[in-house]
């Protein structure tokens, strides 16, 4: 049995080490630095990558021309900032040494590509602990496709109907249904309206990472009993 969690938004709260990425670029470009105000856009831009970031936070949609190069300065600066501020949502670190003193495996599956999501979690203390780490690079196809979520499988030795899955976009759901997972959506990320959130086909929703234990064990029991 086992616990698999998306990154940014789910197991990591990482917005602050966006901000001075995206403030340092506002400034090279003559914009002012973001209000504390567009803390909340921000939050939710996390979550659909770095397209989003650029739009939210710089003012440039995909389809402009200078969306390309400021997309490579933000991530360029994303990792002078890279850990300084992300922590662990609130109940995530006493969740997690509960899952380690019983012995089971928790992993990550992350659309985060491998030379950020392995400097984060190295400078957090995390890489070591997780019994796999699933990256937006590691498998051809990133989420919504189950590949990577497949992937985590074979890496900890277990199947999908052993595995519950945690995170808070649509894709992460989409993702661990179609890998066979029991899914878990995490209402405390960075959810943009949470009544849509809950139409995303989720076995089960959450408001605190404090949830997610007290759930697992019930569905361990009723599943494989």
């Not at 759901?173 to 066979?180: F, K, L, P, S, T």
Request: glycine share 8%.
């Amino acid at each position: 049995m086992s616990i698999l969690f998306d990154l940014d938004g789910t197991l990591f709260d990482t917005v602050l080490d966006f901000i001075p990425a995206i403030n340092e670029l506002r400034i090279e470009i003559g914009l002012p630095s973001l209000p504390g105000s567009a803390l909340p856009s921000i939050r939710i831009a996390v979550s659909y990558g770095i397209d989003s970031l650029v739009e939210t936070g710089l003012g440039y949609k995909k389809e402009q021309k200078e969306s390309a190069p400021l997309r490579e300065a933000l991530l360029k600066n994303y990792l002078k900032y890279l850990g300084h501020a992300s922590k662990p949502f609130p109940g995530i670190e006493s969740l997690l040494q509960i899952l380690e003193e019983r012995e089971i495996p928790w992993g990550i599956v992350t659309n985060k590509e491998s030379y950020q999501t392995i400097p984060l979690l190295e400078k957090l203390g995390f890489k070591h602990r997780a019994a796999c780490i699933v990256s937006g690079d590691t498998t051809p196809n990133p989420k919504p496709h189950p590949d990577p979520l497949l992937y985590a499988c074979q890496q900890i030795g277990l199947t999908p109907q052993q595995c519950v899955y945690v995170g808070d976009a649509e894709r992460d759901i989409i993702a661990g249904n179609a890998a066979g997972m029991t899914t878990i959506g995490a209402l405390f990320g960075y959810i943009e309206d949470e009544e849509a959130a809950k139409k995303w086909g989720a076995h089960h929703y959450v408001y605190h990472a404090d949830e997610i234990l007290p759930w697992y064990e019930k569905w361990q029991l009723s599943s494989h009993p």
